[in-house]
């Protein structure tokens, strides 16, 4: 399921990118990075 993870996290990283304006933007990709990381390591996503 680590694909799905990262491909869901890309595709939210992409819809940000194009809705979001300035420092929000950058947030929000740092916020789905994280949890997409979280997700990985917990191993049960």
């Given amino acids: 399921m680590s694909i799905a993870t990262i491909l869901i996290a890309l595709v939210v990283i992409f819809i940000a990118w194009k809705l979001l304006m300035g420092v929000a933007k950058f947030g ?3 916020v789905v990075i ?3 990381l ?3 390591s917990q ?3």
């Fill in 28 to 30: 929000v990709i740092v």
């Fill in 34 to 36: 994280l949890a997409a």
């Fill in 38 to 40: 979280y997700f990985l």
């Fill in 43 to 45: 191993g049960n996503f």
